[in-house]
């Protein structure tokens, strides 16, 4: 058994690193409004292909030591930083739900939350297939799971759609809260104080993880969005009061990522902080 988990282990690694150097070139191509498989890889300096085993995540940026094989122009480690968060991510998500069919969804809600974050940091957007399909992703899950449960147990019962129900109210909830801060802040500050891309990410984050999780991934991204906010402008000497701009969507894939891997943990630590 133990060789076993080690196999699905290096597997779910090794899958998660090449779906991320996959999830590079969307991040690349997508707002750029390039096609996603045509032309294959090519060095964006001296336009030579890239040969499939130069291709290889991880091990080949570091065999060509971040450099292109033909002209040395610089590969940007970003290439290889994302493959092994892919994979380290993936191996902590079969870690987490094991053998069961929550794995691939999440390993699906993981690259999409990537991708969203990335292209975030780079364009100040969030594509709809992100935000949109994770929405799809967690309301489309539970409905396959509770078809399922009524076909094992040979009838339909009420009792069995609950999860429907709670991923439902988790969409709506994530949704109207993020909509309702996103209008006040808007009003406060006479400007859009976030995009409506983040309000429909939160809607995701609803329907995958029901309603307790958008609370704690919106406490946990409000805390680690200000952190970075306030080391930017206390770095760039930039005056306080004046508007930084920051993407939210990667903190609120961050605060997500908590409720996933110790969203238990979180919640009773913030209980126990209150018995005492
Ligand atoms: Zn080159």
Not at 45 to 67: E, F, H, V
Not at 69 to 90: H, Q, V
Not at 114 to 127: A, E, N, R, T, W
Request: include cysteine; hydrophobic fraction near 55%.
């Amino acid at each position: 058994m133990d060789g076993l988990v080690v196999i699905l282990g290096a597997f779910s690694f090794g899958l998660g690193a090449c779906i991320a150097s996959f999830l590079n070139v969307v991040i690349w191509r997508v707002p750029r409004g390039e096609s996603i498989v045509s032309p294959p890889s090519h060095c964006p300096k001296c336009n030579t292909a890239i040969k499939w085993y130069q291709n290889i995540p991880i091990l080949s940026w570091l065999a060509l030591r971040g450099k292109c094989a033909n002209c040395k122009a610089p590969i940007s480690p970003r290439y290889i930083l994302i493959e092994t968060l892919g994979g380290l991510l993936f191996l902590a998500a079969f870690w987490k739900y094991g053998l069961t069919i929550d794995t691939p969804v999440m390993w699906i809600w993981i690259s999409l939350m990537i991708v969203g974050s990335m292209i975030d940091f780079d364009h100040k957007l969030l594509p709809d297939f992100v935000t949109v399909g994770g929405m799809a992703l967690g309301v489309g899950f539970v409905m396959v799971k509770v078809a399922l449960a009524a076909l094992c147990m040979g009838g339909f019962d009420f009792a069995l759609a609950s999860p429907v129900l709670v991923s439902m109210i988790g969409l709506v909830f994530g949704f109207g809260l993020l909509w309702l801060i996103r209008f006040l802040g808007s009003k406060a500050f006479k400007r859009e104080a976030m995009g409506l891309g983040d309000v429909f990410l939160m809607g995701a984050v609803g329907a995958l993880f029901g309603p307790i999780a958008v609370l704690v991934t919106l406490i946990l991204s409000s805390v680690f969005g200000s952190i970075v906010g306030v080391s930017m402008v206390a770095l760039s000497k930039t005056k306080f009061g004046k508007f930084v701009e920051i993407p939210y969507g990667p903190y609120i894939c961050l605060g997500c990522l908590f409720w996933m891997f110790c969203g238990p943990e979180i919640v009773d630590w913030y209980i126990h902080l209150f018995a005492h």
